[in-house]
């Protein structure tokens, strides 16, 4: 459906870089790599990829055939030039029911429910394309009191992005592993794993955080569309990561996995039914 959450998505796939930026940031990195062993723990066949943007997480599937879906058009066809071999295919995860039923081993819907206003629905389409027995991941930010509902455009701005799905926010909220869960189970998936990851990330980055959004405050009003924005956010994922690097090294982010109870980013792995 060619509605606000189309148009949206079709601007950013255009003319905001999100591959580059989010794969270049620490919890870019540490979720990459998550969920690429994820995948070595999945049976063989082929892989949908839901939400793919330009491929990232799939493209290291060698097991079967990768297909990757997206609203926009313009990010896939970036998703083209950078990997080849993949099979794309331009739908709505909304009306994901123009699919053919029964045809898939595996899925992954990673970093793509947040964003979603209709979570229930997708579930329930993508439920009878699968073959039984098929496995699904999901991933998506976790949250500790409130999940957010609608977040400014922020830097997204500075790359000419003007509208959101509602104003100038769009929607980008955040689920518990049992939420999750509760999801999947309503569209029929048995869940055979629940939890979340990023544990590395948690306390010592919240400092970084709130100095960077008190930034970001002060820029909508002042300079929302300076270069400005993106240099301080380059900045700020740099001095995240050479942190981190040190803290590794004295085996810090081993400790923060024994003193959380929850990571930063929630995940469920499910199945259909035999």
Not at 41 to 60: A, H, K, Q, W, Y
Not at 69 to 75: H, Y
Not at 185 to 212: C, H, M, P, R, Y
């Amino acid at each position: 459906m060619k509605d606000k959450f189309y148009k949206f998505y079709e601007r950013v796939g255009r003319y905001y870089p999100e591959d580059k930026i989010v794969y270049s940031t620490l919890s870019g990195l540490i979720r990459k790599k998550w969920i690429a062993n994820k995948l070595k723990n999945m049976g063989g066949g082929n892989l949908l990829d839901c939400g793919c943007n330009v491929g990232r997480l799939s493209s290291s599937w060698k097991r079967g055939p990768v297909f990757g879906i997206d609203i926009s058009f313009a990010v896939l066809k970036k998703g083209k030039k950078l990997f080849p071999g993949l099979n794309f295919i331009q739908a709505d995860l909304r009306e994901i029911g123009c699919l053919k039923p029964d045809s898939f081993d595996n899925v992954i819907a990673c970093e793509v429910l947040e964003h979603l206003d209709m979570p229930r629905k997708f579930l329930k389409g993508l439920y009878p394309l699968m073959k039984k027995g098929g496995l699904l991941l999901i991933t998506t930010p976790n949250y500790t009191f409130q999940p957010p509902k609608l977040v400014s455009l922020g830097m997204m701005r500075t790359f000419g992005i003007v509208g959101g799905t509602q104003d100038e926010k769009y929607l980008h909220t955040a689920y518990r592993p049992e939420e999750l869960a509760e999801l999947a189970q309503d569209a029929g998936f048995a869940v055979i794993e629940k939890g979340s990851f990023e544990f590395e990330l948690k306390g010592w980055l919240k400092l970084i955080t709130i100095i960077e959004s008190l930034f970001f405050k002060i820029s909508e009003s002042l300079f929302p569309n300076s270069k400005l924005n993106f240099l301080f956010y380059r900045f700020i994922r740099g001095l995240e990561i050479d942190l981190f690097s040190i803290f590794d090294t004295f085996g810090f982010s081993g400790l923060l996995k024994k003193i959380f109870k929850q990571g930063r980013r929630s995940y469920i792995l499910a199945r259909k039914e035999l």
